[in-house]
Protein backbone atom coordinates (compact mmCIF):
# COMPACT_ATOMS: atom_id res chain seq x y z
CA UNK A 1 0.00 0.00 0.00
CA UNK A 2 2.76 2.69 0.66
CA UNK A 3 4.28 2.27 -2.51
CA UNK A 4 0.84 2.83 -4.47
CA UNK A 5 1.07 5.82 -2.14
CA UNK A 6 4.61 6.65 -3.78
CA UNK A 7 3.61 6.16 -7.10
CA UNK A 8 0.72 8.66 -6.87
CA UNK A 9 3.67 11.41 -5.46
CA UNK A 10 5.19 12.25 -8.80
CA UNK A 11 1.39 12.66 -10.66
CA UNK A 12 0.55 15.00 -7.48
CA UNK A 13 3.57 16.98 -7.93
CA UNK A 14 2.98 17.99 -10.85
CA UNK A 15 -0.41 19.11 -10.79
CA UNK A 16 0.81 20.77 -7.63
CA UNK A 17 2.85 22.92 -10.36
CA UNK A 18 0.41 22.86 -13.31
CA UNK A 19 -1.92 24.47 -10.86
CA UNK A 20 0.58 27.09 -9.05
CA UNK A 21 2.40 28.24 -12.07
CA UNK A 22 4.42 26.37 -13.65
CA UNK A 23 4.57 26.68 -17.92
CA UNK A 24 1.45 25.08 -19.75
CA UNK A 25 3.66 22.11 -21.23
CA UNK A 26 1.84 19.69 -24.31
CA UNK A 27 0.22 16.30 -22.61
CA UNK A 28 2.66 13.59 -23.41
CA UNK A 29 1.01 12.05 -25.96
CA UNK A 30 0.43 15.16 -27.75
CA UNK A 31 2.74 15.11 -31.26
CA UNK A 32 5.08 18.08 -31.61
CA UNK A 33 4.10 20.36 -34.25
CA UNK A 34 7.31 19.03 -36.51
CA UNK A 35 5.60 15.84 -36.59
CA UNK A 36 1.92 16.90 -37.13
CA UNK A 37 3.13 18.90 -40.19
CA UNK A 38 4.75 15.82 -41.69
CA UNK A 39 2.00 13.59 -40.88
CA UNK A 40 -0.33 16.15 -42.97
CA UNK A 41 1.99 16.57 -45.32
CA UNK A 42 2.68 13.22 -45.99
CA UNK A 43 -1.62 12.87 -46.56
CA UNK A 44 -1.17 15.82 -48.53
CA UNK A 45 1.29 14.21 -51.09
CA UNK A 46 -0.43 11.21 -52.09
CA UNK A 47 -4.17 12.98 -52.46
CA UNK A 48 -2.44 15.33 -55.02
CA UNK A 49 -0.11 12.51 -56.91
CA UNK A 50 -3.03 10.69 -57.14
CA UNK A 51 -5.45 13.97 -58.13
CA UNK A 52 -2.85 14.87 -61.19
CA UNK A 53 -4.05 12.18 -62.56
CA UNK A 54 -7.41 11.45 -61.49
CA UNK A 55 -8.09 15.07 -62.85
CA UNK A 56 -6.29 14.67 -66.24
CA UNK A 57 -8.63 11.80 -67.00
CA UNK A 58 -11.62 13.48 -65.96
CA UNK A 59 -10.83 16.17 -67.84
CA UNK A 60 -10.43 13.78 -70.91
CA UNK A 61 -13.27 11.30 -70.15
CA UNK A 62 -15.92 13.01 -68.31
CA UNK A 63 -16.33 15.90 -71.29
CA UNK A 64 -17.56 15.63 -75.04
CA UNK A 65 -17.34 14.94 -77.60
CA UNK A 66 -14.23 13.08 -76.76
CA UNK A 67 -16.01 11.61 -73.45
CA UNK A 68 -16.15 7.75 -72.52
CA UNK A 69 -18.93 7.25 -69.64
CA UNK A 70 -17.18 4.19 -67.99
CA UNK A 71 -13.63 5.53 -67.92
CA UNK A 72 -15.17 8.83 -66.60
CA UNK A 73 -16.81 6.85 -64.39
CA UNK A 74 -13.90 5.15 -63.32
CA UNK A 75 -11.38 8.26 -62.82
CA UNK A 76 -14.57 10.06 -60.51
CA UNK A 77 -14.71 6.63 -58.28
CA UNK A 78 -10.54 7.11 -58.14
CA UNK A 79 -11.29 10.74 -57.05
CA UNK A 80 -13.66 9.78 -54.62
CA UNK A 81 -11.11 6.94 -53.23
CA UNK A 82 -8.41 9.38 -53.03
CA UNK A 83 -10.14 11.71 -50.80
CA UNK A 84 -11.49 8.82 -48.63
CA UNK A 85 -7.33 7.91 -47.91
CA UNK A 86 -6.57 11.00 -47.53
CA UNK A 87 -9.61 11.34 -45.11
CA UNK A 88 -8.60 8.12 -43.42
CA UNK A 89 -5.01 9.31 -43.18
CA UNK A 90 -5.84 12.63 -40.82
CA UNK A 91 -7.67 10.95 -38.91
CA UNK A 92 -4.60 8.45 -38.21
CA UNK A 93 -2.73 11.35 -36.70
CA UNK A 94 -3.53 12.18 -33.09
CA UNK A 95 -4.23 15.94 -34.11
CA UNK A 96 -4.56 17.88 -30.29
CA UNK A 97 -7.80 20.17 -29.24
CA UNK A 98 -6.16 23.26 -31.16
CA UNK A 99 -6.92 21.90 -34.54
CA UNK A 100 -9.82 19.30 -33.96
CA UNK A 101 -12.09 21.86 -35.88
CA UNK A 102 -10.36 22.41 -39.01
CA UNK A 103 -9.80 19.04 -39.51
CA UNK A 104 -13.59 18.18 -38.43
CA UNK A 105 -14.64 20.67 -40.76
CA UNK A 106 -12.08 19.33 -43.82
CA UNK A 107 -13.28 15.72 -43.45
CA UNK A 108 -16.83 16.85 -43.48
CA UNK A 109 -16.54 18.82 -46.96
CA UNK A 110 -14.59 16.03 -47.73
CA UNK A 111 -17.47 13.83 -46.63
CA UNK A 112 -19.98 16.06 -49.09
CA UNK A 113 -17.50 15.62 -52.05
CA UNK A 114 -17.50 11.71 -51.86
CA UNK A 115 -21.29 11.84 -51.98
CA UNK A 116 -21.08 14.29 -55.05
CA UNK A 117 -18.41 12.39 -56.53
CA UNK A 118 -20.76 9.29 -55.79
CA UNK A 119 -23.55 10.51 -57.82
CA UNK A 120 -21.35 11.97 -60.36
CA UNK A 121 -19.99 8.52 -60.98
CA UNK A 122 -23.34 6.90 -60.81
CA UNK A 123 -24.78 8.76 -63.86
CA UNK A 124 -26.24 6.82 -66.65
CA UNK A 125 -24.90 9.37 -69.61
CA UNK A 126 -22.08 12.21 -69.58
CA UNK A 127 -24.28 15.03 -69.89
CA UNK A 128 -25.73 13.81 -66.80
CA UNK A 129 -22.62 13.44 -65.25
CA UNK A 130 -22.16 16.87 -66.15
CA UNK A 131 -24.75 18.80 -64.46
CA UNK A 132 -23.23 17.27 -61.17
CA UNK A 133 -20.09 19.38 -61.74
CA UNK A 134 -20.79 22.58 -60.84
CA UNK A 135 -21.36 21.07 -57.40
CA UNK A 136 -18.04 19.48 -57.48
CA UNK A 137 -16.30 22.67 -58.47
CA UNK A 138 -17.72 24.54 -55.49
CA UNK A 139 -16.73 21.43 -53.28
CA UNK A 140 -13.40 21.22 -54.62
CA UNK A 141 -13.28 24.99 -53.69
CA UNK A 142 -14.57 24.43 -50.32
CA UNK A 143 -12.47 21.59 -49.50
CA UNK A 144 -9.40 23.87 -50.85
CA UNK A 145 -9.90 26.38 -48.32
CA UNK A 146 -10.46 24.07 -45.81
CA UNK A 147 -6.93 22.44 -46.31
CA UNK A 148 -5.42 26.17 -46.61
CA UNK A 149 -6.98 26.69 -43.46
CA UNK A 150 -5.73 23.26 -41.60
CA UNK A 151 -2.12 24.26 -43.23
CA UNK A 152 -2.07 27.45 -41.42
CA UNK A 153 -3.13 26.25 -38.10
CA UNK A 154 0.35 23.71 -38.83
CA UNK A 155 2.18 26.71 -39.93
CA UNK A 156 2.55 25.44 -43.61
CA UNK A 157 2.24 27.37 -46.75
CA UNK A 158 -1.62 27.23 -48.41
CA UNK A 159 -1.06 24.84 -50.35
CA UNK A 160 -2.54 22.38 -52.77
CA UNK A 161 -4.08 23.24 -56.04
CA UNK A 162 -6.89 22.51 -56.96
CA UNK A 163 -8.18 19.54 -59.00
CA UNK A 164 -9.23 21.08 -62.68
CA UNK A 165 -13.06 20.05 -62.83
CA UNK A 166 -14.26 19.19 -66.32
CA UNK A 167 -16.32 21.56 -67.94
CA UNK A 168 -19.70 20.84 -68.72
CA UNK A 169 -20.51 18.96 -72.13
CA UNK A 170 -23.41 21.73 -74.51
Not at 14 to 39: D, I, M
Not at 42 to 66: D, L, M, W
Not at 131 to 150: K, M, N, P, R
Request: with cysteine; proline share 8%.
Amino acid sequence: MGLERWRCAPALAGLLLTACGSPARPSPSELPLAQLQSRYLQAAAAYNAAEATISAAENTYCVAPAGDLAKCQAALKQDRQSTTAFDEALRAVAFPDTYKAAVDKLIQDDGRLEQTLDRAAGATSLSAAASVFVQLAGLYTTTAQDADALRSLLKLPKGSPLPATPAPSP
